[in-house]
């Protein structure tokens, strides 16, 4: 198998003369990382002036969807701390562990 270099590219050619691209010159792939690289750039520029436009919204990190989550587990808590309060109040409630009661029909 020999191997050699065309365009920055790196080729394998067989006992057939076929020729295969089996990789690129380290100048090739900084070449079309610093291109990539421009190009996300440029979409997340592109992205900002949406959000800024009311077009699209900004996903949500997990660390923000973590406190968001944290934030109804809590209301959720104090709503059922209240509906606990307000049952005992009205005497529904004998014990403080407010277990659900069947009744019969």
């Known amino acids: 198998m020999n191997v050699i270099v065309e ?13 295969e691209c089996i990789g ?8 079309m990382k610093e291109m990539c690289e421009k190009a996300t750039k440029k979409a ?18 997990n ?3 973590n406190r968001i989550l944290l934030d109804k ?5 104090k709503e ?12 529904e409630i004998t014990n403080d562990k407010c277990k659900p009661t069947i009744k019969a029909s």
Do not use: C, Q
């Not at 690129?24 to 070449?31: I, M, R, S, V």
């Open 44 to 61: 997340e520029e592109y992205f900002e002036e949406l959000v800024k436009a009311g077009i699209k919204e900004r996903e949500l990190t």
């Open 63 to 65: 660390e923000e969807i």
């Open 24 to 31: 690129a010159t380290k100048e090739a792939y900084l070449e």
């Open 80 to 91: 059922m701390k209240e509906l606990k309060t307000i049952k005992k109040s009205k005497g």
């Open 73 to 77: 587990i809590n209301n959720l808590e």
């Open 7 to 19: 365009n920055g590219n790196i080729y394998s050619i067989d006992i057939y003369g076929s020729k």
